[in-house]
C-alpha cells in the first residue's frame, strides 16, 4: 500500500489520481498520468485540491469584501442552518439518549402475572394514583360465612410508584378496539416505565407480586374448571384434604405417593432422554371408593392446584379438551374424570344402533391426542378416573398416557377398622365388634357408605355398630370391572 506504484494490480486510475507523485512511477501504465496532468493543474507536489480551494475561497472572499449585503445575508444564512441543524440534532440525540437510558415492560391481561401485579400494586403505599378501580371478592370462611372484600386497585390512566430509589411510571391502558371472546372483557396493558439501570426492579417487583398472590393461597387447593375454552377457578380456594383424612386399603396411599415423588423428582432425566416430562395415573374401581377424594388431597400434600375435568361433560370437544390440556395454570395436576365417556362416545360414532349418545363429544382419538400433545415445559400430572376400565381401549394403556394403573377397591376391612377409629377414637374394643360384623356381610360396601353410617350415628360407636346391617340396605352400585 505505502508503494503502489511498485504493485501493478493497485495502479489503477484512482490511485493514480490520489498520489500525484506517480509521475515517477516506473510502470508504463502509468502513461495514463499525463493525460490526468493535462487535465488537472497539479503543482510539483500534487496539491491540485488547494488549488481549486483557493480559487473559489478567493472568489467568495472577494465577493463578501465587495457587497457588505451579501456578506450579511450569507452570514444569517448560515448561521439560521446551524441553529436548524443543531436543533435537529439536539432532538436526535435525545431521542437516542431516551431510547439508552429508559426501558418499559408491558403486562397483558391475559398474562397470569397481571393480576397479581395490580393487586400488588393496590396494596403498595408509596405510589401516585388518581384512577381507582374496584375489585369486590366474595371470601368463604371455614365455617361457611361468606365476607365481602372490596379492594382498590389501579384503575385505566397514569400512575407512578417510587420502588427502592426509583422512580416508575405505571400506564393502565384499555384497548377500544380488542375484546377478549372469552369473557368478553376489553384487553387491557399494565406498561411500567423506568430507567435502564433500574430496569432489575421490575423482576424484583414481578416476584413480590406473585409471592404476595401465591400466599393468599397458602395451605389452600385451588379447585380449577373449565368455563369455554379457559381454566376458572372453581369457588373459593379450599383447606387442603388432610391425606390421612383418606383411608385407602393397605399400602396403596404410599405407594403412588413415593411414585408420584419419584417422577417429581426426576425431571432431569427425563429431558436428558428427550422424553416429555409427564407421568399419567389411572384410578379406577366402584363409585364412592375415595379416588376424587385422594387425589384431591394428594394435591394439597405436593402443594399443587387441581384442574378437574369431566369427560362426560356436555359441550366438551376434542379442540376444547386439548387446549385446555395445554394451557394448565402452573403447578397444578390434571384430574380427568370418567375418562370411559370418551369411549363411549367411539361406539356410538362407529354406528351401534339405537345407542345414541348426547352427553359427549370428546372422542377416543381426542383423548389420546390430547394427552400425547401436552406440551410443558413443566411437569405433567395426569390422574384419570373411571368406573368402567372394562370399556376403555388397550389404547389407553401406553407409558405417557397411563403409566400407572391402580384399582381403588370397596371398603376392606382393614379401612372399615381405620375409618372406624378415626370417627370413635379410642373405641377399641366396639371397633373390633365393628370389623367382625363387617366381615360377615355378603355384599360389598363402599367405604363412602361407612362414612355415611359413621355421620348417621355421630359420636354414637354402639348405634353404628348396631346399625352396620343398614350398609347392605343402601343401595350400592354394582360394580362389573375387573380387579387388574
Ligand atoms: N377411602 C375413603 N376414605 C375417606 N373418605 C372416603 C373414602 N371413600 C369415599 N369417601 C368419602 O365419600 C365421598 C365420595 O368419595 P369420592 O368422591 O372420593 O369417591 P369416588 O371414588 O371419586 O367416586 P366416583 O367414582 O363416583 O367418582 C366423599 O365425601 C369422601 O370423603
Ligand atoms: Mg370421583
Known sequence: MSEPSKNPLSNDTNSSLNKGTTATSTNPIN????????????????????????????????????????????????????LALARTGMIRLSRVIYRQMIVDLEIQSKDKSYSWFLTWMGNYPRRISKH??????????????????????????????????????????????????VNSSPYETVKLTTLYRDRHLFNEILEE??????????????????FGPEWRKFGQPKAKRALPSVVLDKGIKATIIDDVHEFMNNGKWYSDRGIP????????????????????????????????LNLSEQNLTDDRLN?????????????????????????????EPGQTNYNTSVTFSGLLNALDGVT??????????????????????????????????????????????????????ICNQFVEKFRSLDTPVSTAQLQGLFIMNKDRPLDALKNIGTLTESQHYHYSGSHS
Request: proline share 4%.
Open 209 to 226: 407480586a406473585k409471592t404476595i398472590a401465591l400466599k393468599s393461597n397458602e395451605g389452600k387447593t385451588v379447585i380449577y374448571t373449565s
Open 132 to 181: 381507582l378501580s374496584v375489585r369486590t371478592n366474595y371470601l368463604k370462611h371455614d365455617n361457611g360465612a361468606i365476607s365481602t372484600k372490596f379492594s382498590l386497585v389501579p384503575g385505566v390512566g397514569n400512575h407512578w410508584l417510587f420502588y427502592k430509589g426509583a422512580i416508575i411510571s405505571i400506564k393502565r391502558e384499555r384497548s377500544g378496539r380488542m375484546i377478549d371472546l
Open 376 to 429: 410443558s415445559s413443566e411437569e405433567t400430572i395426569t390422574f384419570m378416573t373411571t368406573n368402567h376400565p372394562e370399556k376403555l381401549d388397550p389404547a389407553i394403556m401406553r407409558p405417557g398416557r397411563v403409566d400407572y394403573k391402580i384399582f381403588i377397591g370397596d371398603a376392606t376391612a382393614y379401612q372399615a377398622e381405620r375409618m372406624f377409629m378415626k370417627f370413635y377414637p379410642g373405641e377399641k374394643t
Open 31 to 82: 502513461n495514463e498520468n499525463s493525460l490526468v496532468n493535462t487535465l488537472l493543474p497539479v503543482d510539483s507536489n500534487g496539491e491540485e485540491a488547494t488549488g481549486v480551494k483557493g480559487q473559489v475561497n478567493q472568489l467568495i472572499h472577494q465577493a463578501m469584501a465587495n457587497n457588505p449585503y451579501f456578506a450579511a445575508g450569507g452570514g444569517l444564512m448560515i448561521l439560521g442552518s446551524g
Open 277 to 308: 416430562y409427564r407421568r399419567g395415573y389411572l384410578l379406577y374401581g366402584p363409585p364412592g371408593s375415595g379416588k376424587t377424594s385422594f387425589i384431591q388431597a394428594l394435591a394439597g400434600e405436593l402443594d399443587y392446584n387441581i384442574c378437574i
Open 323 to 351: 387446549h385446555l390440556m395445554n394451557n394448565m395454570p402452573e403447578r397444578s395436576v390434571l384430574l380427568l374424570e370418567d375418562i370411559d365417556a370418551a369411549f363411549k362416545s367411539r361406539k356410538t360414532t362407529n354406528g
